[in-house]
């Protein structure tokens, strides 16, 4: 079975400097979704980043940026000039690509912004 | 923007009570999916369904829950006979058939078993 693992409970950062949470997953298949959701105290889970296993090329979006290593399986965020509005939970979260049923998701980081 | 609805944000309820939590899906999603969270832990896979029958489901999914595609828009969680344990925070998700992985979550619904 697949496991998703965030080892950081807690991570704090300065408005506008820039933070790295970390994943690693296990899994045996070659072919998989590994995903990024925010879930700020609002309580809805929103996607922040998707980055598709077969594609060497690490997403990015705006200010939010992935260092995925296949062979490490790992998968960090980096989000660069952070801002108050991104304090929330962060899950990382991976989904096998031959079905499409459950994703499995880590444990979360509570990432807090300072002013 | 299309997004997943649930209904009720907060039900509390007594043991021993049966529950349902109701999700409308995104209209041309056809995977749909509810989740829990206990408070302060991760977010765990209860069951995935699709095409009116369940795909998958975790070990957590006993007897005590269904899932229900009353109509065409509505997908319903139940929950028989609610325990202390229950209480959680409930996400419905859907997802397309393009299968590009993302699932799209509402907000959830907290239930408090008193």
């Known amino acids: 079975a697949q496991t998703v693992t965030q080892s950081q409970p807690e991570m704090s950062v300065q408005e506008a400097e820039t933070v790295t949470l970390s994943c690693t997953y296990d899994?045996?298949?070659?072919?998989?979704?590994l995903f990024w959701y925010k879930q700020p105290p609002s309580r809805q889970m929103i996607l922040v980043i998707r980055?598709?296993?077969?594609?060497?090329q690490n997403a990015t979006e705006n200010r939010f940026s992935v260092n995925f290593q296949k062979a490490a399986k790992s998968f960090s965020l980096k989000i660069s000039d952070s801002q108050l509005g991104d304090a929330a939970m962060y899950f990382c979260?991976?989904?096998?690509?031959?079905?499409?049923?459950?994703?499995?998701f880590g444990a979360g980081t509570r990432l807090t912004v300072k002013p | 923007e299309p997004e997943v609805t649930q209904t009720p944000s907060h039900q509390v309820t007594q043991m021993g009570q049966e529950v349902i939590l109701r999700c409308v899906p995104i209209?041309?999603?056809?995977?749909f999916y509810w989740y829990r969270q206990i408070l302060g832990q991760k977010v765990e896979f209860l069951v995935s369904?699709?095409?009116?029958?369940?795909?998958?489901k975790s070990e957590i999914f006993d007897d005590q829950f269904s899932v229900e595609r009353p109509d065409g828009s509505n997908f319903t969680l139940k929950i028989r006979s609610t325990k202390l344990e229950d209480s959680a925070m409930y996400f419905c998700?859907?997802?397309?058939?393009?299968?590009?992985?993302?699932?799209?979550f509402g907000e959830g619904s907290r239930l408090t078993v008193l």
């Open positions: 369904f699709y095409n009116n029958e369940i795909s998958e």
């Open positions: 998700a859907s997802s397309d058939l393009r299968n590009t992985g993302e699932l799209f």
């Open positions: 899994t045996s298949e070659s072919d998989y979704y």
């Open positions: 980055q598709e296993a077969y594609k060497q």
């Open positions: 209209s041309n999603h056809l995977y």
């Open positions: 979260a991976y989904r096998s690509a031959y079905n499409n049923n459950d994703m499995r």
